[in-house]
């Protein structure tokens, strides 16, 4: 019932910036949470950052400092602003939402960050 779109992704070298967005369509009265996460290769999932509906957000130790997370509610898209990026940001982002009325949960197909010289 829920889509979720993910963009920005692609190639940049160690320093750089690079900015995702989530758009997300369908069945949406509400958003409960947004947030994002990563796979590398040989390792889990984990959690990137994370925003609720009351604008609380959480961000991996990893990234505090050098990421942002931020949403725009009228568009029902989230973003993610990517700086001082470093090679072991490299994975595939996967954009998750928890919407209403069901507080059900989704995910997007995923989007590959590449930091690399």
């Known amino acids: 019932q829920v889509q979720l779109v993910e963009s920005g992704g692609g190639l940049v070298q160690p320093g750089g910036s690079l900015r995702l967005s989530c758009a997300a369509s369908?069945?949406?009265?509400?958003?409960?949470?947004m947030g994002w996460y990563r796979q590398a290769p040989g390792k889990q999932r984990e959690l990137v950052a994370a925003?609720?509906?009351?604008?609380?957000?959480n961000y991996a130790d990893s990234v505090k400092g050098r990421f942002t997370i931020s949403e725009d509610n009228a568009k029902n898209t989230v973003y993610l602003q990517m700086n001082s990026l470093k090679p072991e940001d490299t994975a595939v982002y996967y954009c998750?939402?928890?919407?209403?009325?069901?507080?059900?949960?989704?995910w997007g197909q995923g989007t590959q960050v590449t930091v690399s010289s």
């Open positions: 369908g069945s949406i009265f509400s958003i409960y949470t």
């Open positions: 925003i609720t509906s009351t604008g609380s957000t």
């Open positions: 998750n939402g928890v919407f209403g009325p069901l507080l059900k949960q989704y």
